[in-house]
């Protein structure tokens, strides 16, 4: 059984670029989590989405940042015109349809903005 | 904000001897804390639970203790080896209006275990 896949794992961004981060939960897990590490920091929450709907984004910055859970596919975080600040490494988690338990995570896809 | 704090950066221990990590946290509606193992250039991996109607959770050499008054957990690993070497978090939840907790997580900024053969 398949962890959770994100890719990719680096991502190299001039600044005002665009940022596009994927994430496919595991089997079964209709769940989807994005985290946030900046350097030196602990994980801080971002959103939680189920299929097509955003649950929570209490945790995104108002603007510039945007995510998605389609129907098919994998879930989508998006940094739109990124800036250094946004450099970090950004962790997807999952978990099943019923809530409680610990989530999974995936190895984070690595961003650096030049 | 910081709700839930790990006040030791780095903890170096000799293998086979006990570690104890802790954790405090501030926010009285936390009901659900875990204790995540990370290794570099990986994702964090999930080691051990406390619900808050529990003072005490074991697994194997990891065991988890909550002092709710307090506001305090910690995580001992008895005996410790040098493959526990990692950088480990300490997180909380809140159940939500539903009831039950889900992956809304509050991460601690993590404390560096080195275990030296």
């Known amino acids: 059984n398949a962890g959770v896949m994100q890719n990719p794992r680096?991502?190299?961004?001039?600044?005002?670029?665009?940022?596009?981060?994927?994430?496919?939960?595991?089997?079964?897990?209709?769940?989807?989590?994005?985290?946030?590490?900046?350097?030196?920091?602990?994980?801080?929450?971002?959103?939680?989405?189920?299929?097509?709907?955003?649950?929570d984004e209490s945790g995104m910055p108002k603007e510039r940042f945007s995510a998605e859970f389609p129907k098919e596919g994998p879930s989508i975080l998006r940094i739109q015109q990124v800036v250094r600040g946004d450099s970090a490494a950004y962790f997807c988690a999952s978990s099943p349809p019923l809530s409680g338990g610990p989530l999974h995570f995936g190895n984070g896809t690595r961003l650096t903005v030049t | 904000d910081q709700q839930v704090k790990q006040n030791s950066p780095s903890l170096s221990v000799q293998e086979g001897r006990i570690s104890i990590l802790n954790c405090d946290y501030t926010n009285s509606m936390f009901d659900y804390f875990l204790w995540y193992?990370?290794?570099?250039?990986?994702?964090?991996?999930?080691?051990?639970?406390?619900?808050?109607?529990?003072?005490?959770?074991?697994?194997?050499?990891?065991?988890?203790?909550?002092?709710?008054?307090?506001?305090?957990?910690?995580?001992?690993?008895?005996?410790?080896?040098?493959?526990?070497?990692?950088?480990?978090?300490?997180?909380?939840?809140?159940s939500h209006a539903g009831g039950t907790s889900y992956g809304k997580l509050t991460f601690g900024q993590g404390t560096i275990l080195t275990v030296h053969p």
């Open chain 1, 10 to 55: 680096h991502l190299v961004r001039r600044r005002g670029q665009e940022a596009r981060l994927r994430c496919s939960p595991m089997k079964g897990h209709s769940h989807v989590y994005w985290y946030r590490q900046l350097p030196e920091e602990g994980l801080k929450f971002m959103v939680y989405l189920q299929k097509e709907n955003i649950i």
């Open chain 2, 37 to 94: 193992k990370k290794y570099p250039a990986e994702g964090p991996t999930f080691l051990i639970s406390i619900s808050s109607i529990k003072d005490k959770n074991e697994d194997g050499r990891f065991t988890v203790f909550l002092n709710k008054s307090a506001k305090h957990l910690s995580l001992h690993i008895v005996p410790s080896q040098p493959g526990d070497s990692a950088v480990y978090f300490c997180a909380a939840s809140a």
